[in-house]
């Protein structure tokens, strides 16, 4: 899941720091190429938020499973279920959009990530808007409109239901992020439910609710040649979850925080060899400004405490 990364901004430390380091690529693989199997899970006829609720369902088993404490947390601590919903939002926006609409302008879309957290951040966490801030947001919006600008005349505004998916996925990322970080001092085995939980739950909610409108076929009946990718599927978001819970608490934010952002080269070039999608260059110029304003929040000086 995109979720936490909750290290200090200290030196690189030597030992385990290139474990730490494969193990977040590892995450950013395993998202920035989860766009074909969710594809591919579609064709056979499970639609992508039955495919994120199922998927989730099968974490939240092995995390029970391994920390039983981690319901009694959850449920005792309210503020968490707003983890739930910003995790699920996340991850119902993005796996959808990545599965019906251009990868690229998804991800793309998605990583306004630090546009988000700029507001969020002044809001829950009553941060200073600094310079620094106000040239991320400048530099995001300037990204956004030149990849949403049409190819004639027209406002830079979401044109399909996956640039909207997306932007809502990212707003939720950021919401889940800066959660996460003023939540820090609760157990991470009670964070980390509540994200699995909320992939469940919110896209499991939606389908259903969509299915009552005739917009979300139900799922087919269970069948090895969809059940089995699928559960590979889970056990992959899994190990990438753990993996950058692991890489996350060995590295500072500053690193994890950049590593991450290969994500995007990933779903480009994957999106580009199995997807039959060309990189234009409005899309170039303009994600080169997204990920410029999230590489800036990835390295902005600490504020004094």
Not at 83 to 107: C, H, K, P, Q, Y
Not at 230 to 250: D, K, M
Not at 252 to 262: Q, R
Not at 265 to 294: R, Y
């Amino acid at each position: 899941m995109h979720g936490d990364s909750a290290a200090g901004r200290a030196g690189l430390p030597a030992p385990g720091s290139t474990l730490a380091l494969l193990a977040l690529v590892l995450n950013a693989f395993v998202w920035g190429v989860s766009w074909w199997p969710l594809r591919h899970l579609q064709g056979m006829g499970l639609h992508p938020l039955w495919s994120t609720a199922l998927i989730y369902a099968a974490a939240v088993v092995v995390i029970v499973w391994r920390w039983p404490r981690a319901v009694g947390q959850l449920l005792r601590t309210p503020v968490l279920w707003i983890l739930v919903l910003a995790a699920g939002g996340t991850n119902a926006g993005f796996n959808w959009a990545v599965s019906i609409g251009d990868v690229v302008r998804v991800v793309l879309l998605f990583y306004l990530m630090p546009l988000w957290a700029v507001l969020l951040a002044r809001w829950l966490l009553h941060e200073r808007l600094t310079r620094w801030a106000a040239l991320r947001v400048l530099l995001a919006l300037a990204g956004a409109a030149i990849v949403l600008k049409p190819a004639g005349a027209g406002w830079p505004v979401p044109a399909s239901l996956p640039d909207w998916l997306g932007i809502a996925g990212g707003f939720c990322f950021a919401l889940n992020n800066v959660m996460l970080k003023r939540e820090s001092a609760r157990p991470r085995e009670a964070r980390a439910l509540a994200m699995f939980l909320g992939g469940m739950l919110v896209a499991g909610a939606l389908a259903l609710v969509l299915g009552l409108t005739g917009g979300v076929a139900p799922p087919p009946a269970p069948r090895p040649d969809w059940l089995l990718p699928a559960l590979a599927l889970a056990a992959a978001f899994l190990a990438a979850n753990l993996a950058l819970q692991y890489g996350a608490s060995h590295l500072p934010a500053s690193v994890t925080a950049v590593v991450m952002l290969v994500e995007v080269v990933f779903a480009a070039g994957s999106a580009v060899l199995l997807g039959d999608q060309e990189l234009t260059g409005q899309a170039l110029l303009g994600g080169g400004l997204i990920l410029g304003a999230a590489l800036l929040s990835a390295l902005e000086p600490d504020r004094p405490a």
